[in-house]
């Protein structure tokens, strides 16, 4: 297992291209420190959603409601005057911007008007949420989840931690389809083998087995050594940490 506080991009093995964020337990915090991480390291980035997602903090966009997939905003000139965000006031050498379209109501992004093909040919980074999990830590996913896009270079599973010992129903989205992956009742803990065994399922399901696979919030473990089991019960390598935001 490797345990990181920084360089995600590299402990993650983020290859130019789009690289969908799916899972549950961090995504958007995800997509937003990756997004800073390559925007920092010289990288044209962009933000966007395949599904929906609030707006990134943070990070320039230009309040459309139509396309906001328009030429990325450059660190060193303040895309508002006066902006103190994160992008604006970091030493970038890159670029950032997030794309998609507003629904006023919802206060949430959806995909962008123009296909991530098309935009990941002037990016070198197109990050995509890919996913939705109602905040929850823990999911098992429906039928049509999750949307990752077509030319997808990098898929990365992220997983809470703190949902990890936790009744099911409390912690995981779509409880009745995480159970039954696993052969458990809802009031039954999601123990690490547990929540390993239905990650196995769905990557088995769905054919992703080069992803990559994030255990977020270690943190909050009680017992650090939950970590290890989750990891040892899915058979392959993972990237742990606690990312804040």
């Not at 995509?128 to 990365?156: C, F, M, Q, Y």
């Amino acid at each position: 297992m490797e345990t990181t506080s920084g360089n995600l991009a590299s402990a993650l093995k983020i290859e130019p291209g789009i690289t969908a964020i799916i899972g549950s337990g961090g995504k958007s915090t995800l997509l937003k420190t990756l997004g800073l991480e390559l925007m920092r390291a010289g990288g044209r980035v962009l933000l966007c959603t395949t599904t929906h997602m609030f707006p990134v903090a943070g990070v320039p966009w230009d309040g459309s409601n139509r396309r906001l997939d328009a030429a990325p905003w450059k660190p060193g000139t303040l895309h508002v005057p006066g902006c103190t965000c994160e992008a604006c006031t970091g030493l970038a050498r890159g670029s950032i911007c997030q794309a998609g379209v507003l629904d006023p109501e919802t206060g949430k992004l959806s995909a962008p008007a123009e296909p991530l093909s098309k935009l990941a040919q002037r990016f070198d980074y197109v990050l995509a949420e890919a996913d939705g999990s109602k905040r929850l830590p823990l999911k098992a996913h429906a039928a049509w989840e999750p949307v990752i896009p077509d030319a997808t270079a990098n898929v990365v599973w992220v997983v809470g931690a703190s949902g990890l010992g936790k009744p099911v129903a409390e912690v995981a989205h779509r409880p009745e389809l995480f159970c039954e992956r696993c052969g458990c009742e809802p009031t039954d803990a999601a123990t690490p083998e547990r929540v390993a065994m239905v990650l196995n399922a769905e990557l088995r399901m769905l054919n992703l087995n080069n992803a990559r696979i994030m255990l977020n919030q270690v943190d909050t473990l009680a017992d650090p050594t939950m970590a290890d089991c989750f990891e040892a019960a899915l058979g392959s390598p993972i990237v742990a940490t606690s990312l804040q935001g």
